[in-house]
């Protein structure tokens, strides 16, 4: 039982290492530039910033019942 | 207001008008059979709802049939809205969200709705078992441990999904919604399994499996509710209003402070009870810390949205969503302070805790999961809701209802609470003085489910294309005549 | 932020750190803890549940009761558990170590049940509470379980057990509740919960 424990505290330790090792890294690589192209990756040509997307039915002028 | 309207490079605009509809098409079968479940499960877990509430200040209604004692249609209740209503609801969402973040259509079109059917008779079966019987009487898991497996299979299918699709990505960047997604369809698995095993093996004893069952159910809240919960937010208000995110590097802050911090707030339900002391203040510490995610994530929104809160008129997504993230906000704080000892000390074991809960996985995840369907389900069927009215309905009846629901089981708790630490009072005088705030929970209950007939009514319409049809997504074409489409573009 | 692997380390990392905190460290504390010797009776506490107290627990269990009952009396000066005589002493871990599940609950609709035992000891009460709560509590909202029951018109060959209800209660003339094996095992089960034996960390 003991070995079980103590694999798991070393696992947790070692994730948590890794974790923060993981971090550093990341913000060397530059990971935490351009985030302000990350914010605006959700958007593209036809619904780009600006454009509304959403609103109540039977508010477009040419949505037409289904014949 | 919209550049829609400036001419474009045709081709490139063809491109990825088609590459959106391509994905919301993949998406289609999977994401409207989970949808349709979850709104099955809504009306169930609501039936159910109902009738926990009405025996609770009326205890001889229906009192004949053991398979409707209030301790089995409480948690048949409870099992039905969690993972049938909120998870399937869940599931359709991320899916969709991922399939638009990574751009690439959605795999397994044949598996994942076997995974949904699977999903489906596992609740299915796990709210009969409870009916029956068979409750593990461990609350928030009250449904067997078979279930693991089943629900095991599922995720492993959404698991490889979405792996598949963020390896095949076209944009470098990783969308903040994306991690709180990756979050949840790690964390859920791993999390109900150790669970099961903790809860039902000699792996945990005694005591011990009380602090392993709140580390579970708190965790279910803050590891895969609330992640998909905001990552639907993070999407749909910056998509709605068409304003990007006010501050991306909060947005990381918040996210990764939510991970460590909601983590070990599980022990605030265990406050005076028979743990270690040191296990107690853990919880607490961690509930404290949880401050600095939840005013990230606030703050966020809100800038996001300031200026532009008159869109609230025009689109019942953003209604929906931007309830929902307020009262993210609302119960993250509440249950903060709840975990100091002075403020547990009068609402543990009373409604006050009920009201708290239901401000979280109703009022903040349902009314989003709301407005994540009434933005999708048009994108993947190609039409519009069919009535405007009904949709008002929904929204005034669910919004109000819960509020009274907040409103009523909070003052009553509160009072409760404060009189059980008054030993001069005695126990039933303080029942009696409830039972009228039951009445209003139950008012307020009839509300609501009022309102999840009316969407249920709209989906049902929904998924009939009774609304006017659209040739592309809502909004994208009303500029444009149908001879204009791109080939493939229609149905 | 752009790798999934990075991504998935950090999450699985975060939950695993928890479940080591919240979960196995505390299960490393409490494990070696023993029931507590009672020299007088020679016997060990807490004692276990057996026979039909055993049964009765899953009865408790399926029934829902925790739904509205707590079993965990909480310490001197923290709220008024100790002054409403739910207990003599605070509920602490020893207590639980065979429980499986603890069913400590999270709602007091109704009051806590850690000594119901040493409270009630009468089953004829809980009996008649089981069948119909207002018959001993006035105002209580506690659902009936007549499904746990018999109803008899006549007083022949009536076990032992069998209860007569109030006259309020049975308006048809004189009637006897008899009660099934799970209300049998339920209410053994409840006469079972006493914690009121001394422990060293709780004087």
Known sequence: ?67 | MTSASQPLPPAQDERERLTRIQIDRSCRQTVVWYYSSAVFWLLVGSALALLASIKMHSPGFLAGWEWLTFGRVRPAHLAAMIYGWGSMAGVGTLLWLQARLTRNRLPFPTLFPATAIIWNLTVAFGVVAILAGYSTSIEWIEIPPSTAILFGFCIAVIIAASIRMFRSRESRHTYVSQWYLFGAIFWFPLLYVSAQIFLHTPAAAGAVKAAANWWFAHNVLGLWFTPIGLATVYYLIPKVIGRPVHSYHLSLLGFWTLAIFYNWAGTHHLIGGPLPAWLITVGIVGSVMMFIPVVTVAVNHHLTMVGHFHHLRHSPTLRFVVYGAMCYTAVSFQGSLQSLRSVNEISHFTHYTIAHAHLGVYAFFTMVMFGAIYYVAPRLLNAEWHSAGWIRVHFWTTAVGMALYWLGLTWAGWEQGRMMNDPRIPFLDIVRFTVPWLWSRSAAGVLMTIGHISFAWLFWNMLRRRGAWLPGPTLLFWKRSPESLPEGAAE | MNRAWLLTLGVLATLIASMTGLVLLPDRQLRPTAPVRDEDRDITLPAGYFGEAEEGRRVYMDLGCIYCHTQQVRPEGFGADLERGWGMRRSVARDYIYDDPPLMGTMRTGPDLMNIGARQPSAEWHYLHLYDPRITSPGSIMPPHRFLFDLRRSADGLPADAVRLPEAFSPGGPAWIVPNPRARRLVAYLLSLDHNYEVPEAR
Do not use: C, K, Q
Request: glycine share 6%.
């Open chain 1, 1 to 67: 039982m003991a070995a079980f424990y103590l694999a798991l505290w070393g696992l947790a330790a070692v994730l948590g290492a890794t974790a923060i090792a993981a971090l550093v890294w990341s913000i060397r690589r530059g990971e935490f530039d351009n985030l302000r192209e990350a914010a605006l990756s959700i958007f593209d040509e036809d619904e780009p910033p600006g454009a509304i997307t959403d609103a109540f039915p039977a508010r477009h002028p040419r949505s037409s019942r289904r014949p």
